[in-house]
């Protein structure tokens, strides 16, 4: 039985992307949409992102962030006052020309992000030191034409959320933009249960229009770095193109400094390809729409679909996101359902468990089968579900820690990256070095590490200057 | 003090749509955005939709729907597939003809409503009865280019949730259509603390490509009706047009049975206009960004902040929304400034106050003040909101009823609308009787009396077929 699911699963080691589009699809968090490049969001997919949305927004309302909405269009005036930002997006943006039956006057493009039309309302809004700092986030849907799309990590449409703050001074501004970076990490660790790297970005990789970019980096399970979070400090740029100014204590007017954030939808790609294995799914307890699902054996028997329901509200009332599987499949077809869906913790609960006062239960993480107290259920799946996330971190840390290497060489370099590795090498900081790593390697550099480690640059072998994580990514 | 503040807000009376865009722009509820009939929903008028979001939300779950997320752009020939949904929304789509730099083969519409992209999904998901209620909701952004725009009364986009259901049956998906009424009907006087009437729409006024349309109406200060939420039987029109099929338990192909449901942004204008006052807005507890504000009397005086910042978090602790002005403004500026934007319940606590271990207590929707005891201010605040929301929706039922009258004829019908009432009238069922009263009364059907009460159609003396409530509306 088990066979038959697996087959359905293309090999994890010998065709990650396959195993990737198969696992999506086939546990129906996602389809295609009927426009080339988009994906619908399905019930199972949908409910991890709410999860998801939960955490990080509790985090930023307890940091002290506020909930905002922008409008979606943008005119295409707005794009071309950050002359950086334009050209990064102008080539990737969507426009609407026709609106009530008409031609516009003006081209009004689909939000890529919303730097220009939040600045353009800061420009309004902030007028004294007062108002400082302003402090907004937005939880909605952008859009960017992408040519090579797969669900999650490369969509024309996504969700996200960005957050946009206005502050009087530089250091304030820089410091947010460290805070907010620091915010994701922990969220990345605590709720997806995925180890990161965190740094800064080179000049090539920054964000259109940022003085800085700060970036978090997951390994994917071939090795490759998919870039989950960004933080940009903006300086005075979107400030000076948009007129965003503040009379200081002083009396002076002067231009705010600002700086945004974003995780999106690419979360749940991240960690699909963090936790997944040949059954399929792995889902991070704290995100896993469903937790534990109970499976009853010997459903006809009497008393055993009593006491599934029974052992079900009870994990409710402890706070659990519980399924009973009481439909008419069998036991195996519905434990490798949901194996291949990644709940975390399966119940099986037969004549037998009962009499003893039992339950046996399955860890989706290790694959290994124990038996609970039914009396203490509630606290038993509690601590277990703990340390299945606890469990599922260092796992993935471990791997991340192990295929980080060294390299002094391009041919060191190469060698690292094919063999799946995150690659530590010096780097001298011009743009040519670094283009000739991407050249000979098919490596980006990811992020900065925090201090110079390294001799020499990996690329030209002049003096180091920064110690970059080269790796391939998504 | 009070003066100055009233005097920048309209008469509520003799100039309500001034007073309106007084009051949503000078609470900060809204700002105009850069693009024509666009707003930008500010922190305090979002976190009043955070709130809806948030009851509506489990009151889906609750009843069994799952959340998920359909593409924003939707290709121009689904549009055209259902007849009457094409004609009735191609006048005000926004079209995108552009994308990653080149124009496209097909041009897509920005989604006015998800029927048809649901509708194509559905058709590819559903393939036997066993996949059957499927029911899925999405909280998503809209656009409808409209001629005339009001901040959230109607913009070219808005917020909403549409829910969609397909079902084997004819009989569940009206039944379905029927309970999501209801449930906005409980939700509206729950948690909006707004009465409504509930009923069938006329052919004239139902959504384009419904077989019937349900609606709840809210009477506004002015008498006139606000439509604050729909339901829609689809019967099987958007089934055929995009092919959602399903293999019956006898073995058979059939159609399915599909139907929507859909709130906006839109509620946000029905519950100030519903409760607001000269001085503001009167926000109702459930949904209050804050519901209890503290003002520190003789602030400096020793003990009166500590002793306010210990009250707040008592309060919060007792699971209420709170917040401390601890400002540098005077006590008569804070007064004014949180009763203009309408927070249920104001605490001011003072030396003597805090001596006598007791808080004055100022109520908005009734301007009264009074004492209660600091020891037990948890409790008895958290009963006050209740007694404010329970007001607040007396009030305005009362309203409601007292403005509901009959009319025989025409004149009688134009005389009450014209006093700022709801008319309920006969009516033949024929639509040149529905035009007639329009065009004498500028009054238009808002729903059909579950009852046929009537002897006379209003408009032509023949036998009434339904009684129908008459309203000016938004």
């Known amino acids: 039985m088990a066979n ?86 102008a080539p990737e943006v969507a426009v609407v020309t026709h609106a009530g039956g008409a031609k516009l006057e003006e081209p009004l493009v689909v939000r890529p992000t919303s730097e220009t039309i939040i600045g353009h309302m800061m420009g309004k809004w902030v ?21 090579t799309t797969r669900p999650f990590l490369r969509t024309s449409e996504f969700l996200w959320q960005e957050g946009h703050s206005v502050y009087a001074t530089e250091e304030e501004a820089e410091q947010e933009t460290l805070n907010m970076l620091h915010l994701y990490e922990e969220f990345a660790k605590t709720v997806l249960c995925m180890p990161v790297l965190t740094g800064r970005k080179t000049e ?68 699909i390809m963090t936790h997944g294995d040949q059954r399929g799914l792995i889902l991070p307890p704290p995100v896993a729409p469903v937790q534990v699902v109970i499976v009853p054996i010997a459903a006809k028997k009497e008393g055993v679909l009593d006491a599934c329901h029974a052992l079900r509200e009870r994990l409710q009332k402890a706070g ?47 694959c290994e089968k124990s038996e609970l107290e039914l009396a203490s259920a509630g606290e038993e799946l509690c601590a277990l579900l703990g340390e299945i996330s606890e469990n599922l971190y260092q796992k993935a840390k471990k791997r991340m820690h192990e295929r980080i290497v060294n390299a002094e060489t391009l041919d060191e370099l190469l060698k690292g990256v094919d063999g799946g590795n995150f690659v530590r090498a010096g780097w001298c900081g011009c743009r040519e070095c670094e283009d000739r790593v991407k050249e000979f390697a098919q490596a980006t550099a990811r992020v900065m590490d925090g201090e110079n480690t390294a001799a020499k640059c990996v690329a030209c072998g002049k003096p180091s200057v920064h110690t970059v994580f080269f790796a391939r990514a998504y």
């Open 320 to 366: 659990l996101r519980v399924k009973l599987d009481d439909s008419e499949n069998s036991p195996g077809w519905k434990f490798n359902e949901w194996e291949m869906k990644g709940v975390p913790v399966r119940v099986e609960l037969g004549p037998r468990d009962i009499e003893n006062g039992k339950m046996t239960v399955f860890r989706r993480d290790t």
């Open 127 to 147: 007028e004294s030191w007062r108002d400082l700092p302003l402090r907004m986030n937005q939880w909605c849907n952008v859009m960017r034409w992408e040519k």
């Open 204 to 271: 090539k990789e920054k964000f259109a229009g940022a003085v800085a970019t700060y970036g978090m980096e997951a390994m994917m399970h071939d090795g490759k770095s998919l870039q989950s979070g960004t933080t940009h400090y903006m300086g005075q740029n979107f400030a000076k193109a948009f007129g965003v100014q503040f009379t200081g204590k002083d009396g002076v007017l002067q231009h705010g400094y600002t700086m945004s954030y974003g995780v999106s939808t690419r979360l749940i790609g991240a960690l």
């Open 4 to 89: 038959q699911f697996v087959s359905q699963i293309a090999d994890i080691e010998t065709d990650f992307p396959q195993w990737y589009t198969d696992v999506v699809v086939k546990t129906k968090l996602v389809d295609y949409g009927p426009v080339k490049g988009t994906m619908v969001i399905r019930p199972y997919g949908y409910a991890i992102w709410e999860n998801i949305q939960r955490e990080l927004d509790s985090r930023f309302k307890q940091a002290g962030v506020e909930n905002a909405y922008f409008p979606l269009l943008i005119p295409m005036s707005f794009m071309t006052k950050e002359a950086e930002h334009v050209e990064g997006f």
